[in-house]
């Protein structure tokens, strides 16, 4: 199991980490229907007006889901140059960073989010994610295990778990934790990948095959390989 398939993961995700206070109903009805684009052209008409900390960090929230991070990078420091002490533009800005590979300055934006008392559970799965790209996974794990103790129902944090669990060899746990992820309805072949992955270097032939197939179904080229190579 790989780091990368931790920033593949957030590259599927939507964070919303973002302030309400200044937008406008339709901007956030565009935003909650993923609608990146059509909320960019709504932002610049505000921003053109009162370019805000939180209208700032929408539209960079907007750039990022777009894969813009020059434009959304910017647009979270203009946003934090006009007000630093809200803890979801740092953490925006994290998940930003973390997607275009720059994990330790997304450290430090979690630490600062943190630091001001920002008291969201999201704060625990970016921080875990950010720590498992440097390599720290006993602080990833730290990260997770608070997430899903407070998040119990989203099977986001029992899969990056699985994940950590899976990337040290704790192959039961990890096979324990994707189960969970999968029956809690993780999106995508990556749970199955990875929870054949842990059953092959357990010696169950049987259920990793089953698993690779469902995620090559799914598309993953890599669970595909696995099925060729062992399966057959």
């Known amino acids: 199991m790989t780091r990368t398939s931790t920033l593949h993961l957030l590259a599927a995700l939507t964070i919303a980490v973002f302030t309400r206070a200044a937008a406008a109903q339709s901007i956030d009805a565009l935003l909650d229907a993923e609608q990146w684009s059509a909320a960019i ?63 330790r300055g997304a450290a430090g934006d979690v630490a600062r989010a943190r630091a001001l008392g920002f008291d969201d559970p999201t704060v625990d799965l970016l921080d ?26 989203a099977p986001t944090g029992w899969y990056l778990r699985g994940l950590t669990h899976g990337r040290a060899a704790r192959h039961d746990r990890a096979i324990a934790d994707l189960t969970k992820a999968i029956t809690l309805g993780m999106p995508g072949p990556d749970a199955y ?36 190579r062992h399966c057959r």
Do not use: N
């Not at 921003?47 to 813009?68: C, F, H, M, S, V």
């Not at 259920?207 to 595909?224: K, L, Y």
């Open 41 to 103: 052209v709504q932002l610049d008409r505000v921003i053109a007006r009162a370019p805000t900390a939180p209208a700032l960090a929408q539209r960079g929230r907007a750039y990022r889901e777009l894969g813009d991070y020059p434009r959304a990078r910017a647009d979270y420091d203009a946003a934090l140059a006009r007000d630093s002490t809200v803890g979801g533009i740092w953490l925006g800005r994290a998940a930003t960073r973390l997607r275009a590979s720059d994990a």
């Open 193 to 228: 990948r990875l929870r054949a992955t842990s059953h092959l270097a357990l010696g169950d032939r049987s259920a990793a095959c089953a698993d690779g197939a469902v995620a090559a179904e799914r598309g993953d080229a890599d669970a595909a390989r696995l099925v060729e």
């Open 128 to 153: 875990g994610m950010v720590h498992g790209e440097l390599g720290d996974d006993p602080t990833a794990m730290a990260a997770f295990d608070r997430f899903v103790a407070r998040v119990p129902a």
